[in-house]
């Protein structure tokens, strides 16, 4: 039956509610793709695992919700891409984001563009985060994201400091 | 039964293994105390709840791990006080310690004494923590640890620099 074959090795169509794309409970798809996007929508990715997202054009913003092993790649987001309580994610940015957040999450890379080199990232309660800098002929330059941090009264005792701790897995 | 009544209200006896005292499985204890110490002792404290602990002379380290509600009150520690997995946690440093470490916590209050105000905090993955500075007559002045971070690229693109993220909870 080459017909019925065929149809089980497509990716599932992925969904549209209002400006909203949810991609939820998706495993072992290496090619989910979004390609009819523009910059109002949002995307919604929520407890996918060993799955590759491939979001084309120019989104408001991305959350992964939930997801292990999950590969996004994508051109263009106008404000934010969120990662919330995920395990071993990779991220590659194509064109430009300005923020990208993770929360609550355990392994988490992201690949910048040329043109996206000064996207600012806000962390919390997360560890094994890298940002990988693009030079030369499509190589990356690996930077760790601090995880441990070291803090400090100041005189007078009215203020902290905290810094990154050098010295981390102390 | 005067006498079974009283047995029933005192705290549990708690054990001594080689040098560490181990504080396992207590729940709604309020004074649970330890006085027979020295610098060499250790005290684990694992998986408690709604209790609270007193560490009466000068011991080597202590470590809650895995408790909820449990408050500890001390006197003075060597080496370092260690939070691990732990949930709405107080403590109270009565003379010194040089260093406490906060991993995985959520909810961890700690109140200074004047001689202790040096004290270094290692912190990771946690949140809603604040640092209980002493003035005047028995008050103290809370101080919020950061608990989310901003990261950019440095020019050059080869490192980062992470500060604490003022407009926490965006």
Sequence with gaps: MPTLSTTASQPPKLVLEGNKWVVEYQH???NLKIDETNMKHTVYIYKCTNSTIRIVGKVNSIVLDSCTKVG???DSVVSLVEFINCKSTKLQVIDFVPTIQIEKTDGCHIYLSKK???TEFITSKSSEMTVNVPFG?????????PEQFKTKLNPGEKSLTTVPNESAGV
Excluded at 137 to 145: A, K, L, S
């Design 28 to 30: 072992n798809q290496p």
């Design 72 to 74: 996004l790649q994508f």
């Design 116 to 118: 996206s080199l000064q």
């Design 137 to 145: 002929d499509g190589e990356y330059r690996e930077i760790p994201v």
